[in-house]
């Protein structure tokens, strides 16, 4: 059974209690949470104060993808304020194996990123401490981008990945993801699917949420 966690980049903000809210009725199992400096990648979004109002909402794990510079420096912030996973870019991040014991250490589950030209094989070193692989499915910073197709391939050499190294990190999705994408997905292995547009731009956010979450669990 796939995991579903609903970003919240494109969620309404007036009404971030409710649409969490929305989500949680119609089946999500995390809430996603990108946070994004305007250096590492091209956008702003929001820091640890949108994470704890997001912990305050839901009792669902917080997900928290750092797309931003020197993330070292803030990982203690965004775990106090409630982030279960937080996962950092292996290309922004120089000790890597370092960073994830810290997160570790501080309570939260530790992921990595990979960006859609950074080689699977570069998680090599630290596959067997992580608890969770995020393959970006586009390139980060903007939301409402549509999904690569080589991610499907991508996929595969995770899940081959792991298999060799008999570890069983989570492998996660974010990008482009909708009904047909998680689907096709889904059938060659991915763990957990990042949806943001396809869920909080529709009229129905809990209706969508349980479309989604039905092509991930058959």
């Known amino acids: 059974m796939g995991i579903l966690a609903p970003s919240i980049l494109s969620a309404d903000f007036t009404n971030l209690a409710q649409q969490i809210r929305m989500v949680e009725i119609g089946g999500a199992d995390w809430i996603h949470c990108d946070v994004m400096d305007g250096h590492f990648v091209p956008n702003l979004s929001f820091g640890p104060s949108i994470i704890k109002a997001a912990h305050k909402i839901t009792n669902l794990p917080i997900d928290v993808h750092l ?3 020197n993330p070292d420096k803030y990982l203690e912030d965004f775990i106090k304020a409630g982030a279960s996973y937080v996962t950092v870019h292996v290309e922004e991040v120089v000790h890597l194996n370092r960073t994830v014991n810290r997160i570790k250490e501080l309570g939260a589950k530790a992921g990595v990123v990979i960006n859609p030209t950074t080689p699977v094989k570069s998680i ?3 596959a067997e401490y992580i608890d ?5 499915t586009v390139n980060p910073g903007l939301g409402g981008q549509k999904f690569i197709p080589n991610s499907i391939q991508r996929i595969k050499e995770a899940i081959t990945l792991r298999n060799e190294l008999n570890t069983n990190f989570l492998i996660e999705i974010d990008g482009g993801v909708n009904v047909e994408t998680a689907k096709t997905a889904f059938k060659v292995g991915a763990d957990v699917f990042v ?4 869920i909080f731009k529709t009229d129905n956010i809990s209706a969508a949420t349980m479309e ?3 092509v991930i669990t058959q």
């Open 195 to 198: 949806a943001g547009s396809a």
């Open 67 to 69: 797309m931003i510079e």
């Open 132 to 136: 969770l692989l995020l393959i970006m």
């Open 124 to 126: 090599l070193d630290v």
């Open 212 to 214: 989604l979450k039905k």
